[in-house]
């Protein structure tokens, strides 16, 4: 099939090419409106309790749940004339958008409740409101609103916080750090390119691949949002994905096809043997890619499932342009691949001496991993040794939804959340609200319940129609407003506590131990946080599972083995396990805080190791495909004997160690680039992600595998009778009299 792809390329690669770019400008036009069909939200689904709770409040009690905050400070006191004056402004305002009710403010609450309102000091005040709307309506809605009411002028300043305000920062801040990171990241890929790849003309290649696999990814990605929701937060992977797997791709491809050049081969046989052998593996690589992405459709928030269409879309569209597009491309390049050549003039600038071939017997690789097969056993259990003490953190792994606490200090949302958890009594931002939806009782029940809710520890109170106690003793009178005789009561427990950290968790289960009038919902963020990652984390077996059993029969078809697909798993697994304990280490624990410039919370956010091993798995595995492809190669030239084997091992890795460990630093360089947003959670995330891959192309690929492979000897090579049956039926095999004459083993590496 590539065979017949690859010669139908050269025959026509002009039309080819036309082709291809009507349509990168036709998907690129149905994608240019994508960005405003996609929605900001789809971290939660409608059957988790905390959210049926909060629209059972919306629709029974609206304004009951306060989710936006509006800070209000006087230098003076929060009692001056102008503190009430620019209150009283923000408060009409507030009324006048549909989409708010349930106002409330320091001036104007009831003199025994206004208390809670007011900071320590006297010079803050808070007012309060609820803006309806779900996840993705909620952060677009409190930003308008924000536009309009925060002042920070005049002497009395206003700033917006809490959960909508929180939310609508985040996504803010996430849009302009991309933009800056892909200002940043885009020049630096663009020379590492040229430098890696040797020539501009080469170098030029993947940007046009990558160019091609995002206009075609975002076109589809359109077509989606016309019959699904679609995160914006997945216009990201499209970029990003797209030109680091264009990069990946390219560079195996054109490798290959320098080689068959060096080799004595014309222009049309390098490119037929490229596509037959190089872009075999593409393909491979390509399909454990997009499986690895596909398990994120078993999650059911559609948060994740746009991640799976975005991924796959882009690795199908980068797929395609690397076994079509490029060798079509390859050919009207012919031999000018090395036109533009960087590294020449650089090593005269530099008065380097100039840069020698060399065979691949004499390269670093061959000699490392040659050292590393003398010592195979050794090597093995020092490198795991290491691994595992760098995994160790991940067992002791908590997990939260984000908060202020993931923006810059500078972003208002946050300031308002430092302000709230540190010079008020009581977090506002953070109070559990406890629905009732069948209650039909008396004063009598709701004030018994609400007695015992005030005396879990850290409560300072807790407000029902019946009254508000505190510490068990009745404060206050109740507000009638919180029951309803047709639609039940609800009750609202304040708290000291981080939501998000243990003992928030352990608050929230001690609150809905307590012994309720009738079927009790819980809403607020710690509740909404349980029931979040107990949501995720009921489908994680099921996405491991399915990531496991197709890469296992997948590799299967590609070498033969059984012994090398677990081998490669096991090795995935242990490289991801390094890495998300190191992430546990830097950003739940916040060493390196201060470096990194965040605020360590006691937690990660759940989605993003999700994704990190979505991507960085199936990067791993696009690395191992490479890697096996060229060992395989090795294996069935060579004697099937140990020797062959370890010989098989260390020319695969000498004529692939240096593409490998390339495309790795260069897509190291785009998460980098993610990497440096304000947003601590794009932070993990980018810094991830890049660890995971050069880890992956360093140790594992330079250290553990080899020595595994030798341990293992011909073994590698085993399987069954019965599978190798079928692997001599469905699996992987090169079809000779589809090629033109192959030459010699090549005695060059790649340029």
Not at 331 to 337: C, E, K, N, P, Q
Not at 338 to 366: H, S
């Amino acid at each position: 099939m590539l065979t017949r792809i690859a010669r139908i390329a050269v025959g026509r690669p002009r039309l080819i090419v036309a082709v291809a770019l009507l349509l990168m400008i036709l998907c690129g036009a149905i994608g240019a409106t994508v960005h405003s069909n996609m929605k900001s939200g789809g971290f939660v689904t409608e059957d988790l309790d905390s959210v049926r709770a909060s629209q059972y409040l919306s629709e029974h009690f609206p304004g009951s749940e306060p989710n936006y905050v509006l800070l209000v400070t006087d230098p003076v006191s929060v009692d001056s004339p102008d503190a009430r004056a620019a209150a009283d402004a923000a408060v009409a305002a507030l009324r006048t958008y549909p989409e708010v009710s349930g106002v409330q403010s320091y001036w104007t609450s009831r003199p025994d409740l206004k208390q809670a309102l007011r900071s320590k000091d006297g010079n803050r005040a808070l007012i309060l409101a609820s803006i309806e709307g779900d996840d993705a309506e909620l952060p677009d809605r409190a930003g308008k609103i924000t536009e309009t009411l925060a002042d920070n002028e005049g002497p009395v300043t206003i700033e917006a916080g809490g959960l909508a305000a929180t939310f609508s920062d985040i996504n803010t801040q996430i849009s302009k750090d991309l933009i800056l990171a892909e200002a940043i990241a885009i020049p630096i890929t663009g020379l590492l390119l040229a430098l890696v790849f040797g020539s501009l003309v080469a170098a030029a290649l993947p940007v046009v691949i990558g160019l091609f696999a995002i206009a075609a990814a975002l076109g589809i990605l359109r077509v989606l949002t016309a019959v699904t929701d679609v995160s914006i937060f997945a216009l990201n992977m499209t970029t990003a994905l797209g030109l680091a797997l264009a990069i990946d791709y390219s560079l195996f491809i054109v490798s290959r096809y320098r080689e068959e050049l060096t080799g004595g081969s014309t222009p049309t046989e390098a490119v037929i043997r490229s596509i037959r052998t190089a872009g075999r593996t593409v393909v491979y690589s390509a399909l454990v890619v997009a499986l690895s992405l596909s398990a994120l459709l078993v999650f059911p928030q559609y948060f994740f499932k746009s991640f799976a269409y975005a991924g796959i879309a882009v690795v199908a569209a980068a797929t395609a342009a690397a076994v079509i597009v490029l060798p079509a491309l390859l050919m009207l390049v012919g031999h000018r691949i090395d036109a533009g050549d960087l590294r020449t003039p650089l090593r005269k600038l530099f008065r380097l001496a100039p840069r020698e071939e060399k065979q691949p017997r004499q390269t670093f690789w061959y000699r490392l991993v040659t050292a590393v097969m003398k010592r195979p056993l050794p090597i093995a259990l020092a490198t795991t040794a290491f691994l595992l003490l760098l995994g160790s953190p991940f067992l002791s792994v908590q997990f939260g939804y984000p908060d202020d606490r993931s923006l810059p200090t500078e972003v208002a949302s946050r300031e308002v959340g430092d302000v709230l958890r540190t010079e008020f009594d009581a977090d506002m931002a953070s109070s559990a609200t406890i629905v009732l939806r069948e209650f039909r009782g008396g004063p009598a029940e709701l004030d018994a319940y609400a007695r015992e809710l005030s005396k879990v520890p850290d409560v300072p109170a807790v407000l029902s129609s019946a009254a508000v106690y505190r510490n068990g003793l009745r404060v206050a009178a109740g507000v009638p407003e919180m029951s309803d005789p047709s639609a039940g009561a609800y009750l609202s427990v304040a708290t000291r506590l981080d939501p998000y950290s243990d003992a928030g968790r352990d608050q929230l289960d001690t609150i809905r131990a307590v012994p309720a009038p009738t079927d009790a919902l819980v809403t607020g963020p710690a509740a909404l946080n349980q029931d979040s990652v107990e949501a995720i984390t009921g489908k994680l077996p099921l996405a491991g599972a399915l990531i496991a059993i197709t890469t296992l029969v997948l590799l299967f078809l590609f070498t033969g083995s059984v012994v090398l697909p677990v081998k490669a798993l096991v090795l995935n697994i242990l490289s991801l396990a390094a890495t998300f304990g190191a992430m546990v280490w830097i950003f739940q624990d916040g060493h390196l805080s201060g470096l990194l410039g965040f605020q360590a919370t006691g937690t990660l956010n759940l989605a993003m190791p999700i994704l990190m091993f979505s991507l960085a798995f199936g990067a791993s595995m696009d690395y191992e495909v490479f890697l096996l492809s060229r060992i395989r190669e090795e294996w069935l030239a060579g004697p099937k004997t140990t020797e062959g084997n370890t010989e098989a091992v260390a020319m695969g890795v000498a004529r692939t160690g240096r593409i490998f460990t390339a495309a790795a630093l260069l897509m190291s360089i785009v998460f980098l680039g993610v990497a440096t947003s304000g947003v601590s959670m794009m932070k993990l995330f980018g810094l991830g992600c890049a660890l995971a891959v050069i880890s992956d192309a360093t140790v594992i690929r330079g250290l553990l595998a080899p020595a595994l492979m030798r341990m293992m000897g011909t073994w590698n090579w085993w399987a069954p009778k019965p599978l190798a049956k079928l692997h001599n039926r469905f699996g992987l095999h090169e079809a000779d009299d589809d090629l033109p004459a192959a030459h010699p083993t090549l005695e060059k590496t790649s340029a």
